[in-house]
C-alpha cells in the first residue's frame, strides 16, 4: 500500500491532467489503470485501492486547500482548485519575493539582484 | 542604582543607533563574518538587556538599593499589597515600560517562529506534489521553472533543497556542486536560527535602525560563510561563475567564453555606488567583489579583539543589574 503523500501525488497529478471534474470512483479505478499501464516499477499506487481511502486523500487535500468538491451531485466530484502551473508560479513568488518577513522562510542562492547589479555581472560572464 | 540606569541608558542608545551604522559601513566583517557574526549577535542581545534593565533599575530606584532588593519589594507590593507609594508615577511609568517591552520581544519572538513554521509546512506541502526528487542528490528537489532559482527550505530532518530547471540548465556539473555545497552550508550551520532570531527582533522594533541594519547585514554574512564553505571543494572561478548566471537570471548562451580566476581578477570591474555595503541590493555584488579582489582574514589579534568587547557587552550590563545584589 502506497504512504498517503504519494496517494496525494498520484490524486494531484491526476486531476491536474484531467480537464473536468471527477468522482472519488473515478479516481480510483484511473488510479489502478495507471498501475497496470506503469507495471510494478513505476508505483503500486492504485493497487488493492479502497474507494474510502481515496476519499480520505480527497478530503486531506481540500483541507491543504489544493481540490475542492462540487456538493450538487451525488456522488461528489472533485476537482482541482488550480492548476499545476498556478501553484508553480504561487511557489516561486514565495520564493523571489523580497518581502523582509519572508526572508526568514527560506535561503536563496541569490536574493533580490538589483538591475545595475544584473548589468555588471552578465559583463562579468562576457556577454551584455 | 541611580547611576546604574543612566549608564545602561546610555549603552543602549549606543548600541540601537551609532554603533550599528558605524558596523554596517565597515569592511572587515568581508574579511572575518564569523566574528562579526557573533559581535552582531552580542550588539543585539546587549542593546535589549540595557533597555529594558534600564528601566526596569530606575523604576525600582525608590524601593531597593539594587536590582534583586528592588524586585523583592516590587514582589512584596504586587502579591502582599504592600504599600505602593514609595513609587512615583515616572517609577511606575518606567516599570510598566520594561514589562511590556519584555513581553513585546518574547511575544514576537514566539508569534514570528509559527508564522515562520506555517509557512514552511505550507511551501512543503505544495513541493511535494510539484518537485520531484533529484535523480542524484538526497535531500534535493527539482520544480519545473524556467528562471534560475536554488533555496534551502530548513525544517531539521525535513530539510530540502530545491532547484530549478532552469538552474540546472543552466550551469556546468561544477557550478551546479558549488551551489548544493552552499545551500547545504547554509542548513548544517543552523542559519535559520540566526534569520529568525534577527527578523523577530526588527519585527518587534521596525523604527530602530540597529534592526534593519542587524537583519540586512545577517543576511549577507550568512552567504559569505555558505560561499566560504563552497570554496573549500570547488574554484573561485566556479563559483563566481554560479553567481553570475544565477544572479543575471539568464541561461548563458553557448559560446559564452571560459574564464580562469586570472582573467576574472584583472577584468577591472566596477560595482556601483555602495554595493561594498551590507544592504540587501548591494549583498550579491558585496559577494562577488569579495571573492574577486579577496583581502587578507582578520589578524588574529584583531580578531580577538573583537571577541573581547562580545563578551564585555554581554558581560557589562549583566554584572551591573546583578553584582550590585550579590555584594550587598
Known amino acids: 500500500m502506497a504512504s498517503l503523500g504519494e496517494l496525494e501525488r498520484a490524486v494531484m497529478d491526476l486531476l491536474w491532467a484531467g480537464q473536468e471534474a471527477a468522482t472519488a470512483n473515478t479516481l480510483r479505478d484511473m488510479l489502478a489503470l495507471s498501475t497496470a499501464a506503469h507495471g510494478g516499477a513505476a508505483g503500486h499506487v492504485g493497487k488493492d485501492l479502497a474507494v474510502t481511502t481515496v476519499l480520505t486523500v480527497l478530503s486531506r487535500l481540500e483541507k491543504k486547500g489544493l481540490v475542492e468538491r462540487e456538493r450538487g451531485t451525488r456522488p461528489h466530484r472533485y476537482q482541482a482548485v488550480s492548476s499545476r502551473e498556478d501553484h508553480t508560479a504561487e511557489l516561486m513568488h514565495e520564493v523571489l519575493g523580497s518581502a523582509p518577513d519572508r526572508e526568514a522562510v527560506l535561503a536563496r542562492f541569490i536574493g533580490s539582484v538589483t538591475e545595475s547589479e544584473a548589468e555588471t555581472l552578465r559583463k562579468l560572464l562576457g556577454h551584455s | 542604582m541611580f547611576w546604574t540606569s543612566y549608564f545602561l541608558a546610555v ?71 504592600a504599600p505602593t507609594t514609595a513609587l512615583g508615577f515616572w517609577h511606575l511609568f518606567a516599570l510598566s515600560a520594561a514589562a511590556l517591552l519584555t513581553a513585546h520581544l518574547v511575544f514576537t519572538l514566539l508569534l514570528t517562529y509559527f508564522k515562520i513554521g506555517r509557512q514552511r509546512r505550507r511551501h512543503r506541502e505544495l513541493l511535494a506534489l510539484l518537485a520531484s526528487p533529484s535523480a542524484d542528490g538526497t535531500g534535493t528537489m527539482v520544480i519545473n521553472h524556467d528562471s534560475p532559482v536554488a533555496y534551502c527550505l530548513p525544517g531539521g530532518a525535513r530539510s530540502v533543497t530545491v532547484l530549478s530547471d532552469g538552474l540546472l540548465a543552466a550551469l556546468e556539473p561544477a557550478e551546479l556542486r558549488a551551489v548544493l555545497i552552499h545551500e547545504n552550508a547554509h542548513l548544517n550551520q543552523r542559519h535559520h536560527l540566526l534569520l529568525w532570531a534577527f527578523a523577530a527582533w526588527r519585527q518587534a522594533l521596525p523604527w ?39 544572479a543575471s537570471g539568464s541561461a548563458v548562451p553557448q559560446a559564452a567564453p571560459v574564464m580562469g580566476p586570472a582573467g576574472l581578477s584583472d577584468s577591472g570591474l566596477q560595482f556601483p555606488e555602495g554595493a561594498g555595503g551590507a544592504g540587501p541590493a548591494g549583498t550579491t555584488a558585496s559577494r562577488v567583489s569579495r571573492l574577486l579582489s579577496p583581502r587578507p582574514p582578520l589578524p588574529g589579534t584583531l580578531r580577538a579583539a573583537v571577541l573581547a568587547v562580545c563578551i564585555l557587552l554581554l558581560a557589562m550590563p549583566t554584572a551591573l543589574l546583578i553584582v550590585p545584589g550579590l555584594l550587598g
Not at chain 2, 540595557?50 to 525600582?60: D, K, N, P
Open chain 2, 208 to 246: 530602530l535602525p540597529t534592526t534593519r541594519l542587524a537583519q540586512e547585514a545577517v543576511n549577507s554574512l550568512i552567504e559569505m560563510l555558505a560561499d566560504d564553505v563552497a570554496l573549500k571543494s570547488e574554484s573561485k572561478a566556479t563559483l563566481i561563475k554560479a553567481i553570475a548566471i544565477v
Open chain 2, 11 to 81: 549603552l543602549a542608545i549606543v548600541l540601537a543607533w551609532p554603533v550599528p551604522i558605524l558596523l554596517s559601513r565597515a569592511q572587515w566583517p568581508a574579511r572575518d563574518p564569523f566574528t562579526a557574526m557573533l559581535l552582531w549577535q552580542a550588539i543585539g542581545l546587549a542593546g535589549g538587556l540595557s533597555m529594558i534593565g534600564a528601566m526596569l533599575v530606575y523604576g525600582l530606584e525608590p524601593v531597593g538599593d539594587n536590582l534583586i532588593a528592588g524586585l523583592r519589594a516590587l514582589a512584596g507590593m504586587v502579591l502582599q499589597n
